[in-house]
């Protein structure tokens, strides 16, 4: 068994059992999957996100398996990611509570709390009217080279995100945006950690990237940009080097665009 207590939970859980005391928290629930629930709490007047792991069962793990996808076993991806994260200096939550107990990686019971973020808005949001009202061109590029930079020492790092979207980034509001906006990286419950992330997962974090910023009304110089913050490398040499790996981004981000517009349609 592991367990992590920061404040107020260290003390709020004082010679209790957290695992039975988690399940108590009452808020508004974000998402309730199988074997997997997250919800917002209030402690002491302030916000926190707790995420809740019961075990996916053999038959869900079977599935995943299957597919060829890594399931989620519990909240240790996520601490071990926001771990490494602190470690490289990537803004992100921070987490101040953590459990985990059981061998059985099917029924393995595991949480983790994170403070809130506040006041930001994601960036799908803040970005969602720039192709009718576009920003101030030095924010947008401002975001652009951070998120680029955020990416880069991600990967750099060893960690790759696996739902590496831009609603995932938050822009904090306690200033106004400007040329100097603050970004922090949420939602890494998929996160795999390693010496070095393989270049398979690398280019998934960034097709899916590139797919989710496809509407927003970024210009070829727009990513241009990107590519030359992430991969620090000159423009020449870059698309050089890289090319084909930028023309499967390109194909890759246009079947997840059209996988997206489908379940769409069919909602």
């Not at 496809?214 to 080097?241: K, M, S, V, W």
Request: proline share 5%; glycine share 6%; with cysteine.
């Amino acid at each position: 068994m592991r367990l992590i207590l920061a404040e107020p939970f260290k003390t709020l859980w004082q010679d209790k059992d957290p695992f039975v005391e988690v399940l108590k928290l009452q808020g508004k629930v974000y998402r309730a999957l199988e074997g997997r629930r997250t919800l917002r709490v209030e402690v002491d007047g302030q916000g926190f996100f707790v995420k809740i792991h019961q075990g996916i069962g053999w038959r869900e793990m079977g599935k995943n398996w299957l597919s060829a996808k890594s399931p989620v076993l519990g909240a240790g991806q996520e601490w071990r990611a926001l771990e490494r994260l602190q470690q490289l200096g990537v803004p992100s939550m921070q987490a101040v509570a953590f459990g985990e107990k059981g061998r059985n990686p099917a029924r393995q019971q595991s949480f983790i709390i994170t403070r809130e973020l506040a006041p930001t808005i994601d960036l799908e949001q803040f970005c969602q009217d720039w192709r009718t009202e576009p920003p101030e061109p030095a924010l947008k590029r401002a975001l652009i080279m951070e998120v680029a930079r955020i990416t880069a020492a991600m990967h750099q790092g060893g960690v790759n995100h696996r739902d590496c979207y831009i609603c995932h980034f938050l822009l904090h509001l306690d200033k106004a945006p400007t040329d100097h906006p603050r970004l922090s990286l949420i939602d890494l419950h998929r996160a795999q950690t390693r010496s070095k992330v393989p270049k398979r997962w690398r280019n998934k974090d960034l097709a899916g990237l590139y797919f989710s910023a496809l509407t927003i009304g970024l210009t070829r110089r727009d990513e241009l940009r990107f590519l030359q913050r992430y991969f620090q490398r000159p423009l020449r040499e870059i698309l050089a080097n890289e090319a084909v790996l930028l023309a499967w981004l390109r194909r890759k981000a246009r079947r997840l665009q059209q996988r997206y517009l489908r379940k769409e349609a069919m909602l």
